[in-house]
């Protein structure tokens, strides 16, 4: 028996072979004893289910029986039978359990309902709860589509580089990286750091986007998209922040505003529709345990088409809503970056739908965004979402060489290491325009979680670089 | 005409449909004249092949024309006809050409035949050559190759940390990742830097592997897959190194030395043939141009199984072929770890064909590798391929707690922030393994380019993070 073929448990519970042997392996979820037969729950990740197994006591080893707590892991052959519980249409009469690994007393996911900031402490071990089970079968999924979206269009995917010598962006706080030895930093004459000696012979950090060198690949391949780490260094102890988090960043030449926002809305819909055609039973779970309202979003988001405005026009309809007595923290005015606030009222209160918003002012956005004609706002779009706010913000590019150099000489933008990105624009240049979407973002909105620390296994924050 | 939609050349290439107009968007390969029309080869980076863009002189302006050089950008609307030259099915008769961007004659990617060397100074350019064009489809085809294979087979794809502040597999040397100003350590009485002000309150590297990470997650959700960058400050210049390379890990409950071979040779085969099946004009070009043994050496490998051996067998071999009179430059011994010439010999000469090797000395194996009984050897396994040499290094991992501590003590490992790792040997271990591929070695044997530079877009090397 001991080398017979594991089958899992995602399969045996689909399985109607009623009274063929089957062996199955994972953790013990919970262990019940009753008169003359015990319950062992187990669980071995492929899907939130656990199978029944249903040992009797009279012929198997009490004292082996005993041992089997929450958390051991055990590999159990038997028979597969129609069950007759509820809420399972199999379960397995066992025939021989074999233990693997015995789980103490001390195990700290003995107990249910514990609280999500407990659990963070256990990182390695949260993974086998049915709540970040979930998430992370959840966040694979959203991977999966991802690709699957993007190749079916016959996008490339582009590894853009982690480590960087250009910050053109400055879109943040970064981090430094370096082999210098610390105690023994060489310096010029004036006492400055010098990077001669350091890895790359200069200073270097961790990527904020690899938006640019992603603008490098579609001038070239025609469509790309990045889907890799990126990080800030922000001091930024919040539920929404990270500071180290994926990112994926279509970028495609020839795209146009109207077809930027298509590709937008097509791509966010095909990932929540696949999350509903694929996570039925962990979406289920999350809907009952975490956030009633989510299957419902999920649904209205891809049900209904997003309600398209530019900033100018979304300005206006808050305007009038100060007028009509609704009250905003933050006085509303053309030229203002929007406050969560104002977002939410556009997209929960008035439109009550996704909004992609465009045009903005171009003192509020990047340096290479496409100026309009009117010389004061850029080809940005945003789209906001309920609960989560800004979930994509993406742009057409300003393929103009001259109109590009004038914002980046008005923003006094540091251009020195950055000759390759000019290049693009002197050398063929062409329309093109891409966005940004986190990645942690988009798992927020499809699991219901609120913290973004539990849709990240292992979440980098100040203070904190556990596992 | 300006706004018709825009076709890709991979799809008006496939086209049947002539006498249709279509528009095509892209950057100019060549612009020859001839008497009465002159032949444009326009690409897009959809696809390896130009399509011929044919301009009748005599009505197109021959000032707009002659600035047409090689890198321009255009979009060209004509009818789609059938082609009478050779080596291409359609061409398009052009009715209107709109210039995006012109070229200066100082375009660095002008000439053809320029050096893989000369090109790498220009990451952002030498993309739009066939070669590059070629390399970079490809490598986006493994990568969803893997993601397919893993998929399909319920495995996660499961996101380990970037920074980290553990070393425990001391694999190489590491990137310092730090927030500090380095004008300014703070040190304690004794001199030595205090991290507590520094982002993670402690001391940070860049990853260099998610495989202790990606065993948490394969001993909570069953299977898991790594796909992300990973990192090693050595500062080797050398074709086979790069300082940031992109790994795929699995890791597998359940698993022992037999089905890990078994996954390991599905998986690899699995990649080749898809690269077969849908990269055919990228690959012919590259037999062609690059490496004319390339596609039969891919056919081989999907076409016969792996030789699986001992280590022990294989030091047999080796000392047989130097009694027979073969000369290696180290001398064979049981015990050594086999150097490059003892792999290419086993491939190349004696099997000729891929090998996977197993049961390595524990001395020459990192420790997490689950012992033999003979208490000498460990359940290690590489697969060793012609050329590149190991592409695969995997291993079932040691579940037993005892036998774990002592291999960890043995070594001398550091095992302070390693508490986690332990912890899965604690809480109901369970048998597993996994293995781990470098995926620039993949896009090496399978573009069958020589320098590991050239298989990623923007290579960093000691003294190069350029753009």
Redo the contacts between chains.
Sequence with gaps: METMR?T?I?DVLKSTDFGATVNV????RTHRSSKAVDFIALN???TIKNVQIVVNTSTTDEQTLRQITT???L?VTGTLVESQGKGQSVEIQCKDIKI?????SD?PMQKKGQTFEYMRQY???R??TNTF?AV??I??HM??AI?QFF?DR?F??????????SDAEGAG?M?????QN??D?KKDEKGK?KYDDD????M?S?TVSGQL?GE??AT????IYTF??T?R?E?SNTPRHL??F?MIEPEV??IDLNDLMDLEEDFIKYCVQWALDHCQDDLEFLNSMIDKTLLERLRSVVSGSFKRLTYTEGIDILKEAVAQGHKFEFPVSWGMDLASEHERYLVEEHFKRPVIMTDYPKEIKAFYMKLNDDNKTVQGTDVLFPQIGEIIGGSVRE?DYGKLMEQIEERHIPMKDMW??L?????????HGGFGLGFERLILFVTGMQNIRDV???P?T??????
């Design positions: 594991r899992k995602v392996r994972g953790w013990v071995d990740g492929s958390g051991s892991c590999s693997y690994g015995l789980c103490g195990y990182g390695h071990l993974l086998r089970g992370f079968r966040r694979h991977a999966i690709h190749h016959g490339f995917y582009f590894h853009t580089p982690i480590i960087t010598a706080q981090f430094q990286v370096t082999t610390l105690y930093l750091i890895f790359f012979g200069k270097t961790l060198e490098l690949g070239s391949l025609g469509q890799g780490p990080f260094a001091n500071a180290e994926w030449a020839f393929e390759w990105y290049d693009t624009r002197k050398y063929g240049t062409c329309p990240v296994p292992f980098r100040p203070k904190n670089a556990e596992f």
